[in-house]
């Protein structure tokens, strides 16, 4: 199911959304589209009202036809149904939501409460409708064997195909569950009822990324998981590609890598940055939860774990 979470649906989007089917049907599966996932339909800067938006998702968690949702796109409106979601609907019939930005609410929030595993993973817009049919064949070929796997394995996918860009910050190796998401929304999750207790986050691979905004305020960010004590937690940090982060123009300090490691401070873990994880897409899925390995050594990271279980 393709559904509309948070965005509305722009008519310059649509053949997103429209490549996103031809994509996943050529995976093999069947897709539908949510009734709110329609060009035009809007409320302010939301596809819906929250609680219209809820209504419909909580429709599709009960449905046992629907194996996976994707998000069409992020946007502002997660915040306001998180509430009005079906836990139980969840816990009796866990399946797989797809997407990265705003949806990042949904998947930590879904794992504090009920032990999901949501994947940080593309979406319609701009990601298998978009930034997929951007990148060489060959690379297409690469993500869909991967999220093909992701969704459908009972085997751990084991290592991420990785990049030359990826770099050590900070030397090291770790392994434990995956959370993150985009940072803000990160921030944002703590300061509501549903965050992560503290301890989730103990042993983790905390990952994330960011888009827009200036670079103080990732800085400000990474402050408020300093002072909340996520930070003497973890075990190690993955960092994805910023975009659109005002201050960070090449050859200008501070460099992501100095921010992060200065608010880090005597920590030892390692970090693994400039990682194909969120807006800057195509994305690597990181399915919130699953534990992972970490070497930023040789600039790697590994799912040890099944994302999905098997039928019945």
Known sequence: MIAALSGPLP?????????TVVVLERMGFRVRRA???EVGRRHWWSAAT???????????LRDPEVRAIVASDGGQTAL??????????????PKPLLGYSDISLLHLVLHARTGLVGFHADMAVPGFGGHWQAAPPGRRAELEDLYLRLLTSTDPIGALPSRP???CWR????????????????????????????????????????????AAHVWSYLQVLRHAGVLDRIAGMVVGVPRDIHGLEPGVSPTLAEIVLEVLGDRDI???????????????????????????DRRTVSLL??????AG
């Open 11 to 19: 008519d310059i989007h649509e053949p997103h959304v429209e490549q």
């Open 35 to 37: 009734p709110l996932l």
């Open 50 to 60: 929250p609680a219209e938006i809820a209504a419909e998702l909580n429709g599709f």
């Open 80 to 93: 306001g149904y998180l509430d009005l979601i079906d836990v139980e609907a969840i816990r009796a019939d």
């Open 165 to 167: 860009s990826w770099e």
């Open 171 to 214: 030397p090291g190796r770790a392994e434990g569950p995956l959370i993150g998401g985009v940072i803000n929304r990160v921030v944002l999750a703590q300061a509501t009822r549903f965050a992560l207790p503290p301890d989730r986050y103990e042993g983790a691979v905390l990952f994330w990324e960011e888009i827009g905004g200036a």
């Open 270 to 296: 390692p970090v693994l940055g400039n990682v194909d994880i969120g807006h800057a897409g195509p994305n690597l899925p990181m399915p919130v939860g699953i534990r992972a390995a970490l070497d930023a």
């Open 305 to 310: 774990e099944p994302a999905v279980r098997p």
